[in-house]
């Protein structure tokens, strides 16, 4: 496998084998987002344009906390999604299943401090709520995870959905302490 940096002003990233291919995350400042000409996104999301629209900020519930979004990824099932292929999504709805941030406003001050870094992912965000291609997201606390990293948003933006399939995988694999596992990897 490599992660080859495919073009679109360096930003989108793909992950690659001879036989499969895995998660694709792309990365995109703000700015290139909000340009008319779409042109961090359109390649890949087809050739509809994006309409970015404007929403008041949602009220806090006693488990909810609401996150300054930072960064996101663009998965396949938000492709799908957008070309029609995910029945149970309602629209209108904001997509976006995954993002790292700040708490911007918190229902739970001890866990979830304002200012906290932190990331998200499924959990039916961007599905059956909205999700994190916003400025802000308003999500559950119990998927809300606190870290602390050094990491660019942009790089720290590139992790959590790839690393929660890529932990899924090995807890599949049901691997003990006596299992011997080859990670492969070029550069």
Known sequence: MRLAQTGLNNHLYELTNKSFRMKLTIICTLEEILDESNRCLKGLVGQKSLHIPTFQNQQLSQVWSLV????FGINR???FTREGKSPSV????????????????SSDPEQLPVGQKVISIMGEMGRAFDG??????????????????????ANLAAI???????FGIFKSL????SDHVLVRADH
Do not use: C, D, H
């Not at 300054?68 to 960064?71: E, P």
């Not at 994190?132 to 990293?149: H, M």
């Not at 959590?160 to 890529?166: C, D, Q, R, V």
């Open 90 to 105: 309602q629209f209108p709805r904001i997509l976006g299943i995954e993002a790292v941030g700040m708490i911007a406003e």
């Open 174 to 177: 049901q691997i003990t302490k």
């Open 77 to 79: 099932s938000e492709i």
């Open 68 to 71: 300054k979004v930072m960064g």
């Open 160 to 166: 959590p959905e790839t690393f929660y399939t890529a």
């Open 132 to 153: 994190s291609y916003a400025e802000y997201v308003l999500l559950p606390n119990e998927q809300i995870y606190p870290v602390e990293s050094t990491l660019s948003w």
